[in-house]
């Protein structure tokens, strides 16, 4: 099977990057510097580092596998998951596996190591999102496609907008939604900041994800903008203490934001060696002035 993944586009540029949604024209100069010209082909009998589509879809067949063992100790979990869930969740891997020859997308690429940081980390948040007050849900940083790709498939009436600044991130993922037929998700090469600033964007989420992102404050002022009030962040985390810096920073940063108190999430999986999530509710709008320019907020953070 041959994968042409959609051209790439520059940073700033708004060209649509596969099933993308065009976000606001912005300051020419924040250019994509990372994004090269052309297209990315995964196709022929060898990718880039020597593996081959049959080794992608072998890894990726026995990723599913451990996935499955894995679920059989969370029964309340599986029951979430169809059939057809799980065959659409193991071709995600090994379109991955193979953009990850050109593009290297994630460090994560033996079987079991996919089956449990990946997959399992990211669809066990999946009942802290019943019940949502909006059906827009956006996730931060996507990078690869973890956690929004898998949990969007595992909740089709979510509609998912994927954000990541790089210009050939976010084009691989423009390829992965095609590919994978995935209608309910679409993708925006920008910043987060940009997106939070945008009146088609800002306080309509009932979601926003993010996983390996940023620190809690930071996280903070650029997630609760795009939320409506009842709306929640839900944040992929190592372990995690009530008393922790981290923590006590960030419920500083999202009270001014207008958030509630985190919560710190421990995750009924010991595959999963201690991860938490983080989960803030959005109580009252955001001040207008946040979040503030590209680069503030981890420049000098809130909290």
Known sequence: MEILLPPV???GNRAWLGPMRKPADTDATREDRNA???????????????SSPNTHAASARHAREALETDLRSLPDLAARLSVAMLDRIEAYVALLLAANDLLNLTRVTEPV????LHLLDALVALPLMDDLRSSLAFDLGSGGGVPAIPIAIARPDLSWLLVDSVGKKARALGGFVKELGLSSVEVIADRAEVVGRD??????????TARAVAALPVLAELALPLLIDGGRLIA?????AAGDEELRRGARAATKLGGGTPDVILLDAPQLGGHTL?????ERPTPAGYPRHPGE??????G
């Open 9 to 11: 586009a520059e940073y």
């Open 36 to 50: 090269t010209s052309g297209s990315i082909f995964v196709s022929g009998p060898v990718g880039a580092r020597g």
């Open 113 to 116: 190591a996919i089956a449990r």
């Open 199 to 208: 009146p088609r964007y800002r306080e309509r989420a009932g979601l926003v």
């Open 236 to 240: 992929w985390k190592g372990p995690l």
């Open 278 to 282: 983080v989960r803030i509710t959005k």
């Open 297 to 302: 907020p981890a420049r000098r953070p809130l």
